[in-house]
């Protein structure tokens, strides 16, 4: 080999070792982050009071970006958290974060009748999405929705934060592992004295009323500690302010029966307050009161087993599960698929209170 010929080469050899140990390979295999971009559409109270806060307590994930139809939030939100212009979005100028790298994921915070609108297009446009309960109006919403992540190999997750809450998820194994025997009775249920009386939640066709947005928490505890889904429902629904509950239901009280032959007896209600869960099994019980709760979830067990493990914030440990399952690409606690199948009991729940009669559920 000519000594000229030999330099030449083993100067590319160089050069390419160089490349290589400073991070080359990066070119051909994108970096995987270690927090992800999240960016809050709606800017209510659960976004304000809850996620918020929440996001500046994550370890996996981040509060990058914002999308509101008010100037004002827009203007205090950038201001409070240092948030980049380019970060700021409006519900017209949505499909604009498809661009922004700063993004992973979009937390749909709206009514749940922009839940399949939003979900659709954040999905379209590239990025994850966590979606609150309920997740949407209709089964076939869900459905679309869930289809929509597929399509784009996007993850979906909806917001069921209980199932995060380690003794929620100490209960489920109960049922699943048979530590009490099987399960016989659930009794649930989770509301609140709501003293609005001119809010979207008085209103069905926007997602209002007591069995969306309290009535998916009695309904959802009840599967996860049966561990099984519901055959048949016959439900109640009532009202002691009809000057307000007109559009919607102010109180649902619902009994599911399962393939085990496991019974739940199921309250929720806009109009007073509850919030509890009682198992019932074959040798023992256990319970948790209050089993949904910003401020942490409490119980015990007839062996004398207390549940009280505590967790600095429960939105915070959501956010982080859900990222990693991202970050990670494993499987989510929570998918849109737990979310579809309580929205198809929820139509069964109504369906039932209209015809007033016990229903099958598809």
Not at 258 to 263: E, I, K, T, V
Request: glycine residues 8%.
């Amino acid at each position: 080999m000519k000594r000229r010929t030999f330099i030449k080469q083993a100067a590319a050899g160089t050069a390419a070792a160089a490349l290589y140990t400073s991070g080359f390979p990066s070119v051909l295999f994108k970096k995987k982050k270690d927090r992800l971009g999240v960016a809050l559409v709606g800017l209510g109270y659960y976004s304000t009071d809850l996620l918020a806060p929440a996001l500046q307590l994550t370890q996996h994930c981040y509060l990058a970006g914002i999308v509101t139809g008010t100037p004002e939030k827009a203007e205090r939100w950038q201001k409070k958290y240092r948030l980049p212009e380019k970060n700021i979005y409006n519900y017209d100028n949505f499909d604009r974060i498809a661009d922004n790298p700063d993004i992973d994921v979009v937390y749909v915070v709206l009514p749940p009748v922009l839940h399949k609108e939003y979900t659709i297009r954040a999905a379209g446009a590239g990025k994850h999405v966590w979606c609150e309960k309920p997740m949407a109006m209709t089964a076939a919403e869900c459905e679309a929705m869930i289809k929509a992540c597929s399509d784009n190999k996007k993850k979906l997750a909806i917001g069921y934060r209980m199932q995060h809450e380690p003794n929620t998820q100490e209960i489920i194994g109960y049922g699943r592992n048979k530590t009490f025997g099987k399960v016989k009775l659930v009794t649930v249920a989770a509301g609140y004295f709501d003293a609005r009386t001119d809010h979207w939640k008085q209103k069905r066709s926007m997602g209002g009323g007591a069995m969306f947005d309290m009535g998916v928490y009695s309904l959802n505890a009840s599967r996860y500690v049966t561990g099984e889904e519901p055959l048949a429902v016959l439900a109640q629904e009532q009202t002691t302010r009809p000057e307000i509950y007109s559009q919607a239901d102010e109180t649902t009280l619902f009994q599911l029966e399962f393939p085990s032959g496991a019974l739940a007896n199921c309250a929720t209600s806009l109009g007073m307050n509850m919030n509890y869960l009682y198992v019932t099994a074959e040798n023992g019980w256990y319970k948790l009161e209050p089993f949904q709760s910003y401020s942490g979830v409490q119980g015990t067990a007839s062996n004398g087993t207390l549940l009280d493990h505590q967790i600095p914030n429960e939105q915070a440990k959501q956010m982080d599960d859900d990222a990693l399952a991202i970050i990670n690409d494993t499987a989510l606690i929570v998918p849109g698929e737990e979310g579809l199948r309580d929205i198809k009991v929820v139509e069964a729940i109504h369906r039932s209170d209209t015809e007033g009669k016990r229903v099958l559920i598809g």
